[in-house]
C-alpha cells in the first residue's frame, strides 16, 4: 500500500494540441455558420484534444455514485440523520433515486461504491464493495482518516476506473452520496483555495438560516482542531471523507487515461480540487457539469477555472448535474461525427459580404 505523505498521483498525458488546428477545420467545415454552435464547439474541440483525435467517440460511460459517512455526522452539521447514506445506497441499487432517473433517460449505468458507509451493505450486482472503513471518524476530536486510509481511498478510486476503462469505458461522471459530505467539502475547499471557512459552507441538503449558522460554528471549531491544513493529502486526512477521497483518485486515474471527467456539485468539486493539486494536469480532463445552487460552488468552481454547461439550481449531488449535462457532451462529439459538411451536402460557404440586389 502506498503512503499518503508519499502518494504519487499518476502521471497524465499533455492534451492534444497539435491537433487544434486540424480540430478546429473540421468544426468550421460544418453546414452552420462559424461559431454558431457556441460552447458545444469548444466541447468538441477539447474532446478531440483529450483523447488524440479529430474524430472523438464516447464510449461506455459511467455514473459512479461514491458513499461515504462522516463522523461528526451526528454533531448538527446536517439537516438530515446519518441513516439517510445507507438507506440512499438502498434507493440507488432499486433504482428509485434521482440519478437512476436522470441516468436511464441518459443511457447511463449508474454503479454505487461503498467506500467507507457506517455499516455493512447487503451485496447487489450494481454495488462495488471497496469500503475502507465504517465511516470516518469524528474530525471534531481527531484526524478522519488516517494516512494509509487516504492512501487506500484514492488508489481504490484509481482501481474502479482501470475496471472500467479495461471495459471500453472512456468517460465517467462522478457523484456521491454521504450525510455530511458537504461539510467535508466545506473544510477541504477552504484549507485548499486558502478562503475564509463561512464562505465556503452552504445549506448543505437545506439547512434553514439557524441551521446553517450552528453548521458554520461547528465547522469553525472543526478547522481549529487541525490548523494550517493546506496540503490535499492532509485535508483528506483531517477531514475526510472516504467517498472524497476515493472521488479524486477516480479522478486522477481517469485522466491519466485521457477519459473525461464529468464533475457534479459541490462536493464531487472538492475532490477535483483535491485531484488538481495532486495533478494539475487532472483539469485537462474535468468539464464541468453544473454550478450547484448551493452557493459556495460556484467560488471553487471558478478558482478551478472550470465553465459549468448549467445553471439549474441543482443541489441534490449523487451525480445528478453530470447526467442531466451528458446530451450535451454527446451532442458535442455527435455533431462533430455526423453533421454533413458545406462541401458534402453541397451548401455555399460564407462570403462575408450580402449579396447585392
Ligand atoms: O451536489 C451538490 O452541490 C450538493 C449540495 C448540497 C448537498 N448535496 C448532497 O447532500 C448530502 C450532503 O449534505 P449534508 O447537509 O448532509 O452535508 C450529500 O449526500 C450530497 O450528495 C449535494
Ligand atoms: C434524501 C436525500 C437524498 C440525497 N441524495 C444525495 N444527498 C442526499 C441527501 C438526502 C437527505
Redesign the pocket.
Known amino acids: 500500500m502506498s503512503h499518503p505523505a508519499s502518494w504519487q498521483a499518476p502521471a497524465i498525458p499533455p492534451l492534444a494540441h497539435d491537433l487544434t488546428t486540424a480540430l478546429q477545420a473540421r468544426i468550421d467545415a460544418k453546414t452552420k455558420p462559424p461559431g454558431s454552435l457556441g460552447r458545444l464547439e469548444d466541447l468538441a474541440l477539447r474532446l478531440g484534444l483529450m483523447q488524440g483525435t479529430t474524430r472523438p467517440v464516447l464510449t461506455a460511460p459511467a455514473v459512479l455514485v461514491f458513499a461515504g459517512d ?1 463522523g461528526f ?1 451526528r454533531d448538527g ?4 440523520p446519518p441513516e ?2 445507507p438507506q ?1 445506497v438502498a434507493n440507488f441499487l432499486a433504482g428509485g433515486a434521482g440519478i437512476n432517473v436522470f441516468a436511464r433517460l441518459a443511457g447511463l449505468p449508474v454503479k454505487v461504491i461503498d467506500a467507507g458507509v457506517a455499516v455493512d451493505l447487503p451485496p447487489h450486482p450494481d454495488l462495488i464493495d471497496l469500503k475502507v472503513r465504517h465511516g470516518t471518524r469524528n474530525a471534531l476530536q481527531e484526524t478522519a482518516l488516517t494516512p494509509d486510509e487516504v492512501a487506500l481511498c484514492l488508489d481504490r478510486g484509481g482501481q474502479v476506473v482501470a475496471d472500467l476503462a479495461a471495459r471500453g469505458c472512456n468517460a465517467i461522471l462522478p ?9 467535508a ?1 466545506a473544510l477541504i475547499t477552504s484549507a485548499l483555495l486558502d478562503i475564509p471557512l463561512a464562505d465556503c459552507v ?6 434553514d438560516p439557524a441551521g446553517h449558522a450552528r ?1 458554520r460554528e461547528i465547522l469553525a471549531r472543526v478547522q481549529a482542531r487541525h490548523p494550517g491544513v493546506r496540503d490535499p493529502l492532509e485535508a483528506l486526512a483531517a477531514f475526510g471523507g472516504c467517498e472524497i477521497a476515493m472521488m479524486a483518485g477516480a479522478m486522477l486515474a481517469a485522466a491519466s487515461r485521457r477519459m473525461l471527467v464529468l464533475v ?6 472538492s475532490a477535483a480540487l483535491v485531484a488538481a493539486r495532486l495533478a494539475p494536469a487532472m483539469l485537462d480532463y474535468a468539464v464541468f457539469a453544473h454550478v ?3 452557493g459556495p ?1 460556484r467560488l471553487a468552481v471558478e478558482a478551478l477555472g472550470g465553465r459549468p454547461l448549467l445553471d439549474l439550481g ?5 451525480g ?2 453530470a447526467a442531466l449535462a451528458w446530451p450535451l457532451v454527446r451532442a458535442a462529439a455527435g455533431f462533430l461525427e455526423e453533421m454533413a459538411t458545406f462541401e458534402a451536402a453541397g451548401v455555399s460557404e460564407r462570403t462575408g459580404v450580402a449579396p447585392q440586389p
Not at 457534479?264 to 468539486?269: F, L, N, R, S, V
Open positions: 462522516h455526522a452539521v446536517s439537516p438530515f439517510v447514506t440512499m457523484g456521491e452520496m454521504g450525510i455530511g459530505n458537504s461539510s467539502a452552504g445549506i448543505g441538503a437545506g439547512h453548521k457534479d456539485g459541490i462536493i464531487a468539486t450547484s445552487g448551493d460552488h441543482l443541489r441534490l449531488g449523487e445528478t448535474g
